[in-house]
């Protein structure tokens, strides 16, 4: 563990660093179609490997669960100081869906950023449309902000739109 690439352990969870051969499992992942409805096509394994040992400006971790790859939680940092805050994503596999997991990973992680961290704000941007996803963070206390018209392009080519949501420190529901 360091700094920035803690181990998170909650009751059914646990939020870890990546191993040799947790890229490709999160490269399958990535490509189920209730995953790639949200994510479009996955980088090639080779890439999130190197997302997986810091390649880029995002912490991406390993969501386990029951000793198995589950999916994949990442966050990114405005680090000057008057603009001091994080932002979260994350992926589960189809068959964890649904069940809790996500809002446990999603808790553990924004305990983290928080009080190991010291961020005051986080945000999260689900699509507007991804009904569970927003449901699930309002588990943890997000609050839509907002609706960020054409967000993104779709897997159909389409702009999509995106909510915005956050989380300030005093506002996170610890279930």
């Known amino acids: 563990m360091t700094a920035d690439r803690p181990v998170l352990v909650g009751e059914r969870v646990t939020v870890r660093v990546g191993r040799s ?8 992942i990535l490509s189920e179609p209730g995953v790639m ?3 479009r096509e996955p980088d090639p394994p080779n890439l999130i490997a190197d997302d997986l040992r810091g390649a880029s400006d995002e912490i991406l971790l390993v969501i386990e669960i029951a000793g198995e790859v589950a999916g994949g939680i990442q966050w990114h940092e405005e680090t000057e100081e008057d603009y001091l805050h994080a932002g979260i994503d994350i992926f589960l596999g189809e068959r964890w869906q649904g069940q809790g997991h996500g809002t446990e990973a999603v808790r553990l992680v924004a305990r983290f ?3 190991e961290r010291g961020h005051h704000r986080l945000t999260i941007d689900p699509a507007a449309d991804n009904a569970r996803a927003i449901a699930s ?3 943890v206390g997000f ?3 907002g609706i960020m018209r054409q967000y993104e392009r779709g897997a159909d080519g389409a702009w999509h739109d995106g909510l915005l949501m956050d989380l300030l420190r005093d506002e996170l529901i610890d279930e």
């Not at 051969?21 to 399958?28: F, Q």
């Open 21 to 28: 051969g947790d890229a490709s499992l999160l490269y399958k």
């Open 37 to 39: 409805r949200w994510w």
């Open 113 to 115: 950023l928080f009080w």
């Open 137 to 139: 963070y309002k588990k």
């Open 143 to 145: 609050r839509p902000v």
